[in-house]
Structure formats: C-alpha cells, structure tokens
C-alpha cells in the first residue's frame, strides 16, 4: 500500500500526543520532530518537510489548541489541513478554452506511464460525454504508436497517427482534425527519453509552440521520489508545465513525490494513477490523500467510483429482485461482475480506511470472486434458476467443472441459501427496504 510507513509513522507519533490530556510545548515539538523524520524517510524534500512542521507547530502550540479539551485531536486536524494545503488545497481544474479543442500535452520521462494515462484521460473524458482524440507523437519506436493504437481502441478513443513522420507537424494536423470533427479534447502522447536531454526538450519545446496547449502534463512515476520533484522541476523550467499526472500511487510508493511537488514546482497535481487498468485514474484531490496518509480513508472517491464504473441500471435490477425474493445465482453472476468493476478488494478496503495489514491474503485475494464466478458458471441454467435442484452427484459435478472442492460448492450454496432466508425477512418487514445482502 502507498504511504504505509508514513501513515505508521505518523500514527505513532500522534498516538502519544492523543494519549495526554494537556498537551505542553515540548511534547508538540517533540511529535514534530517525529512528524519530520516520518517526512524525510517518506522521501519528502527536506525543505518542505521542515517548513511543514514549521508551519504546524506554530498553529499548534496556539493557546486555543493547547488549552482546548482534545489538544492531541486538535493538531492532528491542523497536519490534515496542512498536508492537504502542500498538496494544492483542492482540486486544480483544467483549464479548458471557451471555444475550441482542449489541446493538452503529456510528455515525461520513458516508463513513466504517459502512454497509459493519455488512454486512461482519454477514457475518463469519454465517459463524461467528451469527444477525446489521442494523438501518437512518439515516433522514434514504431512499437510507441502501436501502443497508443492498442490503448486507444481499449479505451475507446480514436487515434490520430501518420507514422514516423515529423512530431511538430504531426501534433498540427491532429488538432486541425480535431476542429473539423467535432474532438473536444486532443491528447498528445509524446516521446520520452531514459533522461532529460536538450534533444527532448527542443522538441517538445517546438510543439508547445506550434499548437499552444492548454494543458501541458507532466507524467511522473510516483515510485522515483525525490527523483519525480527533481524531474517535474526541470520540465517546468523548460516548459511552464500546467501541472502533474502522478502515476503508480497503487504501489507501495513512500509519499515523497505526491507530498513535495507541488511545494517545489508551484504545479498541482491534477490527476491520479493507480493500477495498470485502463479506469484506474483518479481526479488528485489534495484532501482525500491527506485523509488516506493519516489512515482515515476515502469514502468520497470510492462512492465516485461506484457511480462511474457501476451500472445503475443493474444495481436497480439486482435490488428490485432481491426484493421480490427472486434472487438467484444468475444475479448473483451479475454482482460479482459489478464488484470486480470496482478494481482490487484491497483498495477498496483502504478507501473506507480499513488497515488491511490485519486482514490474511485469503481474505484480501482477488480470485476469491473468480472462484466463485467459475462454481456458478459450472452450473446448468436450470441449476442457477433453481439452486434446490442441485444434488450431492451435481455437485461432484460443478467442483470438477470449476476447479473446486464440493466444500466450495457447498459454501456458496449456504450463502446463497442465507441471502435468500434474509431477503423473506425484510420482504415481511415493511418499511425497511434499504438493505444490502451479505456478501461471501
Ligand atoms: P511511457 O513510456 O511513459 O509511455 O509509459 P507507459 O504508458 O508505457 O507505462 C510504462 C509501464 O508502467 C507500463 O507497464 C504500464 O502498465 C505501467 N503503468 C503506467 N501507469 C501505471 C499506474 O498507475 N500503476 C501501475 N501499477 N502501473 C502503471
């Protein structure tokens, strides 16, 4: 999990805070001390994290916060504001012209995952009813285009190409097409280098002058920590970029790089990665981070993730069958397709602010569902209409079409059984319609 240590850390060192009634001058600065050592083992710039205390002790050792009746929760609330402030405060938006394509630029380092999110924007953007074009302009690897041509058609976004032709005519073509056909947004997926060089930097240079963007993206790899600061740093310097994609936050990144960037460059974050898939984006919101650093969770992103990768139309389906006390293992299929939408169980857990390191990897693994996916579809339509029909010999007969033990079966059939036992008992209680059905 990202963060994990500097929310430990942090942890530790308010718990000792929460722990006193009155808090004095000395024990504030003595959880600062810890709070900065927790910051620059995170990877954080070593003068952000010292004008972050800094800045912290100041607000705490106030007489309202020492003299208020939960001094301890009192500074915590103070670093959440203030880790939410370095981070940007709120969400940065785009800047969007009033007439026109929206023409935004990525460029960064090789690997850093530019290819990945011009797909990814590309897709968020299509699902908020935008007409993106992608627009490949790395024409040193022919295998770069093929990429973009690979993700674009996942994603749903056409692709605007002309082969290993010239990067700055190429970007100019795209965004004149983009005009003639309607595209709102034109995301151009530029060449990256294992370093910054003259070479790169000329070029991207030259398309930002041809065809004026509105956004210029820095894609950087949140796992380089200070290296991402120093890298985004450059590339502003260079370019003026408009602001940052910060990729690969679902890996066990220290923090450094979300925590420092926008304190070094002046540049906010604006969007999120966070797995390989093509909807793992997310819209960077400074105090949804802070709240997940300091172990409280996310239950804003996750809802927004519910509404933006769940079918409404199936959920409503689901419950008006539940309710009906239809609920059969067809429905059931159906959920596990919806809860997989919902990306990793881990993640899912940790934006509710659960600490999953207390949960087992049986619990937390992933192919549990699949498991239970491959005992339904093992079944005969009839059996799934009608679970009362399966015998002990369908059984022996489902566990080898799916891979399973009769026990499996066995237990997803007492699920089932119990769903369905609930279901009658709201059904005779009226008036209590709101209700979710334990899930395995
Ligand atoms: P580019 O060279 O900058 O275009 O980078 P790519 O888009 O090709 O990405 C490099 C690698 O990083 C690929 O294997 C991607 O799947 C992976 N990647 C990109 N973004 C993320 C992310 O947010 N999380 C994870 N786990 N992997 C990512």
Do not use: W
């Not at 000329?202 to 993206?217: F, G, M, Q, R, Y």
Request: with cysteine; charged share 30%.
């Amino acid at each position: 999990m990202a963060f994990e240590s500097l929310s430990d850390k942090l942890s530790a060192a308010f718990k000792r805070l929460k722990s006193k009634g009155k808090l004095t001058e000395d024990d504030v600065k003595a959880a600062m001390r810890e709070v900065r050592l927790a910051l620059l083992e995170a990877d954080v710039n070593y003068k952000v994290a010292k004008e972050f205390t800094k800045k912290v002790s100041e607000r705490a050792i106030g007489s309202e916060v020492m003299e208020s009746l939960t001094p301890g929760q009192m500074v915590v609330k103070i670093v959440d504001e203030e880790l939410t402030n370095l981070m940007g405060g709120g969400e940065a938006r785009l800047n969007i012209p009033s007439s026109g394509p929206c023409v935004m630029l990525l460029c960064g380092l090789q690997g850093a995952g530019k290819t990945t999110h011009a797909a990814k924007l590309g897709r968020l953007l299509k699902k908020k009813g935008h007409r993106p074009l992608l627009v490949a302009c790395d024409v040193y690897r022919p295998a770069a285009i093929k990429q973009l041509q690979i993700v674009g058609q996942q994603a749903g976004v056409p692709v605007f190409e002309e082969g290993q032709g010239d990067p700055i005519r190429i970007s100019k073509d795209a965004v004149r097409r983009a005009k003639d056909y309607g595209n709102d947004f034109v995301l151009i997926d530029t060449a990256g280098r294992l370093q910054i060089d003259d070479k790169l930097m000329d070029e991207l240079k030259n398309i930002k002058e041809a065809v004026h963007p509105n956004e210029i993206l820095l894609v950087v790899d949140s796992m380089t920590g200070q290296e991402a600061v120093n890298v985004a740093k450059s590339f502003d310097e260079k370019l003026d970029i408009t602001g940052v994609i910060l990729t690969k936050l679902d890996g066990d990144t220290r923090g450094g790089a979300a925590l420092s960037v926008k304190a070094v460059t002046g540049k906010p974050i604006k969007f999120a990665g966070v797995g390989e898939k093509l909807d793992d984006i997310e819209v960077f919101h400074p105090d949804r981070m802070a709240s997940r650093i300091l172990g409280m969770g996310d239950v804003l992103t996750l809802i927004e993730d519910a509404q933006t990768k769940l079918d409404e139309k199936q959920a409503e389906k689901a419950a008006k069958r539940m309710l009906q006390n239809k609920l059969d293992f067809n429905d059931l299929l159906a959920q596990f397709d919806q809860i997989k939408k919902m990306g990793p169980i881990r993640g899912v857990l940790e934006k509710i602010g659960m600490d999953t390191r207390k949960l087992s990897d049986s619990q937390l693994d992933d192919r549990i569902v699949d498991r239970e996916k491959a005992i339904i579809l093992s079944m005969t339509p009839q059996e799934r209409e009608k679970p009362s029909l399966i015998n002990p010999s369908h059984k022996r007969r489902i566990a080898a079409g799916s891979g399973t033990r009769v026990e499996d079966v066995n237990k997803l059939l007492r699920s089932m059984e119990q769903m369905q036992k609930l279901m009658k008992r709201v059904k005779g209680k009226k008036g209590r319609r709101r209700f979710m059905p334990p899930m395995n």
